[in-house]
């Protein structure tokens, strides 16, 4: 089975505090992504890497970066937390095929809080 | 542009009613591939199914089936028989034809099954 961890479930922060989100994959997939989930807005993509050190943006990329210095790891950073940015973070990892799109599987999320 | 419209936000049902989640795609893409998800209270997206655009006939799995038709742009989602259990967050999206299988999600129906 695929698993995919994410280091919390919950974290509550204050702004102005650097975020660090981690996500690693157990299934030597070449792609992981970064969602955030907010009400009635579906997941939206935040980045994605299709390989190691490699990165793309996504539909929301402001005030968020990310680092993927080894292949099961994706990490997540808010430089400096903001309200606005308190919402569910899924991350998420799929295997590269050619002409053709595989599955992604997602991890149990985490809700942040900043206040 | 990708989009995916889910158009019902609630659906509320008694244990035992049939069900149908409507799902509404746009792509300009010839070849894409349509996904369903399951997010349980507990937060983590579950994998249902994978349809790719050359594949029209309708799929069923137990009680869950699924109705793709390209000529209206829907794949549409059915419960039979539904049970509390199926009580959740159902996602439909759609991948991107591009390096990385980006995915564009829908806005999620939140099924409500009473006993």
């Known amino acids: 089975d695929v698993k995919v961890t994410q280091s919390s479930r919950y974290l509550v922060k204050r702004t102005g505090e650097k975020v660090f989100l981690e996500c690693v994959q157990d299934m030597d997939h070449e792609n992981m992504f970064w969602y955030r989930q907010d009400p009635g807005l579906g997941l939206r993509l935040i980045y994605f890497?299709?390989?190691?050190?490699?990165?793309e943006k996504g539909d929301i990329p402001e005030g968020y970066s990310v680092s993927r210095e080894k292949k099961e790891r994706f990490s997540l950073i808010l430089e400096s937390a903001s309200t606005n940015q308190t919402s569910m973070y899924l991350c998420?990892?799929?295997?590269?095929?050619?002409?053709?799109?595989?599955?992604?599987?997602f991890g149990p999320g985490t809700r942040l809080t900043v206040l | 542009a990708q989009k995916v419209t889910q158009a019902q936000t609630e659906i509320s049902v008694v244990e035992k009613e049939d069900v149908t989640l409507d799902c509404v795609y746009e792509?300009?893409?010839?070849?894409?591939?349509l996904f369903w998800y399951k997010q349980p209270p507990s937060g983590e997206l579950v994998f249902l199914i994978r349809?790719?655009?050359?594949?029209?006939q309708n799929e069923i799995s137990g009680r869950y089936s699924w109705n793709f038709q390209k000529s209206t742009s829907s794949f549409n989602f059915t419960i039979t028989a539904s049970q509390v259990v199926d009580s959740a967050v159902y996602f439909c999206a759609l991948s991107h034809n591009n390096a990385g299988n980006m995915l564009t999600f829908g806005g999620g129906t939140r099924l409500m099954v009473k006993p």
């Open positions: 890497s299709y390989d190691v050190k490699m990165k």
């Open positions: 998420a990892s799929s295997q590269e095929t050619s002409g053709g799109t595989d599955t992604q599987y």
């Open positions: 349809r790719n655009s050359f594949d029209e």
């Open positions: 792509t300009r893409d010839t070849t894409y591939y």
